[in-house]
């Protein structure tokens, strides 16, 4: 028969480690990961198939299983909301994941919202949410370039740096964020520089910080208006109207520019060479589309950072142009589609093209 007071003793070293357990529960940040695809649930046939693969294949608990790391940083929980390659987002997806994002973000139980995607577009994902989700709490996009049956795969580390700042108090109120890489970008700023490295996104103007071995590194923060401050809201905007980009180069045609138009845009970014720069036969065709009502967007397409100054290349105010200040045009259609859900008017859309 045990004596009481071993009793007594075995109970209060239970209960100790029942608050303690429960301490250490709560103390731990609750983080949702939403999953969509892309080459982190990638699957390549051999471990030397580092570019060689199947993008969209491996389930968000499989994702989490793999990394029981995870669970010394977060409370985790995962949500399969796609399953796709990137490149085939539409704008319905961005739309959905918005919405779900948006609803996760009030709940009380959650701390952060990690999702991961595919590298194609995540700087799309990242711009969209970061301009229509009213949140101080961390939103961190995270991809990988190698598919986790890779030599070095990168995702696993990306994706447990991505929760881990997610869970971070200090991420909170600095904007959606990418963590790819070891780096913490602004979902504003950072594009797909590079299409087979690993260090493949970069910010033309720097990242906001470093995360090493799940601890913060901060340099900056974004200047542009984002998230709480953002006079668009996901729970306004139901679908995002059509924006088409034309790429332009030495010996442009006005074909797709027509093409575009016909097929109903309501606006086009013309991704154009240097500042933005117009072709001299293709000035009056954008000026008849112009006249037709579809918004004419000059966007840059020089890949280590473009900035279109109003009025330098072209005469905007006379032609009642748009310039997509440093937006590349990938972003340019991103904000151009959530700002024309709001509004038509030029003047008020050049606004918004300097403050986001
Ligand atoms: N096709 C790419 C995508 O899904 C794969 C990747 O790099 O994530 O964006």
New binding site residues.
């Given amino acids: 028969m045990m004596k009481k007071s071993a009793m007594r003793w075995l109970l209060a070293i239970a209960s100790a480690i029942i608050v303690s357990s429960t301490a250490i529960a709560q103390s731990k940040p609750n983080v949702v990961i939403l999953a969509t695809?892309?080459?982190?649930a990638?699957a390549g046939a051999d471990v030397t198939n580092s570019a060689t693969y199947q993008?969209?294949k491996v389930p968000v608990d499989k994702l989490i299983a793999g990394i029981p790391q995870l669970n010394n940083v977060a409370a985790v929980r995962g949500e399969q909301v796609f399953q796709i390659?990137?490149?085939s987002f539409r704008n319905d997806n961005l739309v959905t994941l918005g919405k779900r994002v948006a609803a996760l973000a009030k709940q009380d139980d959650v701390d952060g919202i990690v999702i991961t995607h595919?590298?194609?577009?995540t700087e799309e994902t990242a711009y969209f949410l970061n301009l229509v989700v009213h949140t101080e709490k961390p939103i961190v996009v995270v991809?990988s370039?190698r598919p986790g049956t890779a030599m070095s795969a990168d995702g696993t580390l990306n994706l447990y740096s991505a929760v881990s700042v997610a869970g971070s108090k200090d991420a909170r109120g600095r904007g959606v964020l990418v963590v790819m890489n070891d780096e913490i970008d602004s979902g504003r700023d950072v594009t797909k520089a590079v299409n087979i490295k690993v260090e493949a996104f970069k910010s033309p103007w720097g990242p906001l910080g470093l995360v090493v071995e799940g601890k913060n590194y901060w340099f900056r923060k974004l200047d542009k208006r984002h998230t709480m401050n953002s006079e668009f809201d996901i729970e306004k905007i139901s679908a995002l109207p059509l924006v088409e980009i034309a790429y332009a180069g030495g010996n442009v045609s006005d074909t797709a520019y027509r093409a575009f138009a016909n097929a109903g845009a309501k606006a086009i970014i013309h991704a154009g060479p240097g500042n933005g720069s117009v072709a001299g036969p293709l000035v009056p065709v954008l000026q008849e589309l112009r006249g037709k009502g579809i918004q004419i967007i000059r966007s840059s397409h020089v890949n280590a950072g473009g900035f279109v100054l109003r009025n330098a290349e072209q005469p905007d105010d006379k032609y009642d142009w748009i310039v997509a200040h440093d937006l590349n045009p990938q972003k340019a259609r991103i904000l151009a589609s959530v700002a024309l859900s709001s509004t038509q008017d030029s003047r008020e859309l050049q606004r918004i093209f300097m403050e986001y």
């Avoid at 595919?118 to 577009?121: K, L, M, P, V």
């Fill in positions: 695809g892309g080459t982190i990638g993008a969209a390659a990137s490149e595919g590298t194609d577009t991809a370039m």
